[in-house]
Structure formats: C-alpha cells, structure tokens
C-alpha cells in the first residue's frame, strides 16, 4: 500500500514544480526600442548630473546627443576596492544608448 502514497506525492510534486520549470525556460524580455537600453538600464543624462557624474554627459554627446544613456551598476566591492572615496553613491558602467555608424564618404563626384 505505500505505493499510491508516494505515486500521489510524485505527481504532487511535478505540479508543483512544472510552473517554475516554463518559468525558467521562458526567453529574456527583449531591448526596449524607445531608449535601445537594456530593462532597467536606460538613465537620464540630466538626472545623473545632478547627482555628481560627469562621464553620462560626455558619452551622450559623443554618441546621439538624446538625453539618455544605458548604465549597469558595478558591485559595491568594485567601489570599495577602486574608488572607496568616489562622491557619486553608485559606479557605472555607461555607454550611449544607441551609437550610430559613422558613415563613409563619397569618393568623386
């Protein structure tokens, strides 16, 4: 008799488990394509300047001038090892939201 026990506790089990399987399973959300950051990436130029960094600005101008740049958030460890004094609360790593290719010159007339 200790069979159905253990063959109801299985299926209970797979029921239990197959939600988080698709879960697991289930592709990445793709880039948005209003700011062509990653989710939770896209950071405002003007609000990064108010609070202290300096490198969002130059980035964004060098790339397509909008406002917005992408930025990942390194470890704290990174901060305390490299930049314990640092005056901004967190270090990233930005780069321009949507770089354009510079295009190649017309050679002749």
Known sequence: MRTRPLSVLSVAAALVAWPLAATAAAAPPPLPTETGCPVGQALSVD???ALGYRAPSEIDAAGNNDGIVCGV??????????????PVPIIYLFRDNTVTTPQAGRVGG
């Open 73 to 86: 958030p390194l470890p704290e460890a990174y901060r305390e090892v490299f930049s314990p004094t640092a």
């Open 47 to 49: 609000e990064l300047t």
